[in-house]
């Protein structure tokens, strides 16, 4: 897909992820994990601002009380409040080891954050999936995983996509109120991306599966049955997630990171690490807030 890519803020993230639009304000959340850093970028003023995080964050979603975002830092869930760039402990994730961070999340149509846990050193296989329902939490999904990603859920709530970034490949199971059905393979991109690695997925409004393409430098498109629609070039290499913001839903925010360049490689791609947009060729949905309790 050849469409015009515009580098929109100089973030200069190690490991640019979590990025979503926050309907409400009017502005784009992000994080860079490895600094500790959650950024938020207005894209109708140019303005931005970051905040410092207590441990790595991995995500952050508006939530439906009190003006906050429910985070995933290192060692559990936190609140962040905006106007006091507060965070907040909220819970543990029990049974977590020491070694393992969270990575990356989203909400359901119902209010459940669905996140994973992953190894820190990305070489253990101890990462899983868990459901956050309204104050408690449980594991929900696969697990075994060095490197999870996603979940994302589509427009209607009946289909959740889980990454297992390592090995290439994209999962899916059904999804309602009450829970998740079997899990089946979505999309091997090994086979597609021999060298590149699924990151951060999400739907658009017509089901079709983006995510990142870590060392691929692209995001890349599925249809809903995990056939290749195409691709996005970023002038970036490593590329950790999408998503749908703006008035319209029409503009796609690209997350990117440098923790894995050499300064040869940043030669090559002096834009890497930055945040980028393009227009979509297909709109977003508005995306579920968490809720709390």
Same mark, same amino acid.
């Given at each position: 897909? %050849?469409?015009?890519?515009? &580098?929109?803020?100089? *973030?200069?993230?190690?490991?640019?992820?979590?990025?979503?639009?926050?309907?409400?304000?009017?502005?784009?959340?992000?994080? $860079?994990?490895?600094?500790?850093?959650?950024?938020?970028?207005?894209?109708? #003023?140019?303005?931005?601002?970051? !905040?410092?995080?207590?441990?790595?964050?991995?995500? @952050?979603?508006?939530?439906?009380?009190?003006?906050?975002?429910?985070?995933?830092?290192?060692?559990?869930?936190?609140?962040?409040?905006?106007?006091?760039?507060?965070?907040?402990?909220?819970?543990?994730?029990?049974?977590?080891? @020491?070694?393992?961070?969270?990575? $990356? +999340?989203?909400?359901?149509?119902?209010?459940?954050?669905?996140?994973?846990?992953?190894?820190?050193?990305?070489?253990?296989?101890?990462?899983?999936?868990?459901?956050?329902?309204?104050?408690?939490?449980?594991?929900?999904?696969?697990?075994?995983?060095?490197?999870? &990603?996603?979940?994302?859920? %589509?427009?209607?709530?009946?289909?959740?996509?889980?990454?297992?970034? *390592?090995?290439?490949?994209?999962?899916?199971?059904?999804?309602?109120?009450?829970?998740?059905?079997?899990?089946?393979?979505?999309?091997? #991109?090994?086979?597609?991306?021999?060298?590149?690695?699924? $990151?951060?997925?999400?739907?658009?409004?017509?089901?079709?599966?983006?995510?990142?393409?870590?060392?691929?430098?692209?995001? +890349?498109?599925?249809?809903?049955?995990? #056939?290749?629609?195409?691709?996005?070039?970023?002038?970036?290499?490593?590329? #950790?997630?999408?998503?749908?913001?703006?008035? *319209?839903?029409?503009?796609?925010?690209?997350?990117?990171?440098?923790?894995?360049?050499?300064?040869?490689?940043?030669?090559?791609?002096?834009?890497?690490? %930055?945040?980028?947009?393009?227009? !979509?060729?297909?709109?977003?949905? @508005?995306?579920?807030?968490?809720?709390?309790?």
């Amino acid at each position: 897909m %050849n469409l015009p890519v515009t &580098n929109v803020l100089a *973030a200069d993230c190690r490991l640019g992820e979590g990025v979503l639009w926050d309907a409400a304000r009017g502005v784009v959340w992000f994080v $860079d994990i490895k600094r500790c850093r959650l950024w938020h970028f207005d894209p109708a #003023t140019g303005s931005s601002r970051f !905040a410092e995080a207590p441990s790595a964050i991995g995500w @952050a979603i508006p939530a439906e009380e009190g003006g906050l975002l429910l985070c995933g830092l290192k060692d559990g869930l936190y609140t962040f409040d905006p106007e006091t760039d507060t965070f907040t402990k909220l819970c543990e994730v029990p049974g977590e080891p @020491a070694g393992n961070r969270l990575n $990356d +999340a989203c909400t359901d149509p119902w209010g459940r954050v669905w996140f994973g846990s992953m190894d820190d050193g990305e070489a253990a296989a101890t990462g899983r999936f868990y459901v956050f329902d309204r104050g408690a939490i449980r594991p929900a999904g696969p697990s075994g995983i060095a490197i999870t &990603n996603g979940p994302a859920v %589509n427009a209607d709530g009946s289909r959740i996509y889980f990454t297992d970034t *390592a090995r290439q490949k994209i999962f899916v199971a059904d999804l309602s109120e009450e829970g998740i059905g079997e899990l089946r393979l979505f999309a091997d #991109t090994g086979a597609l991306f021999p060298d590149a690695y699924p $990151d951060g997925p999400v739907v658009d409004s017509v089901d079709h599966v983006w995510t990142g393409m870590y060392l691929g430098g692209c995001v +890349a498109r599925f249809t809903p049955e995990g #056939t290749l629609a195409g691709t996005v070039a970023i002038p970036a290499r490593d590329i #950790t997630k999408m998503a749908f913001g703006g008035p *319209a839903l029409a503009t796609a925010y690209v997350t990117t990171a440098t923790k894995n360049m050499s300064a040869e490689d940043m030669a090559e791609r002096p834009l890497a690490g %930055n945040l980028f947009a393009f227009p !979509a060729p297909v709109a977003g949905f @508005a995306q579920a807030r968490a809720r709390l309790s």
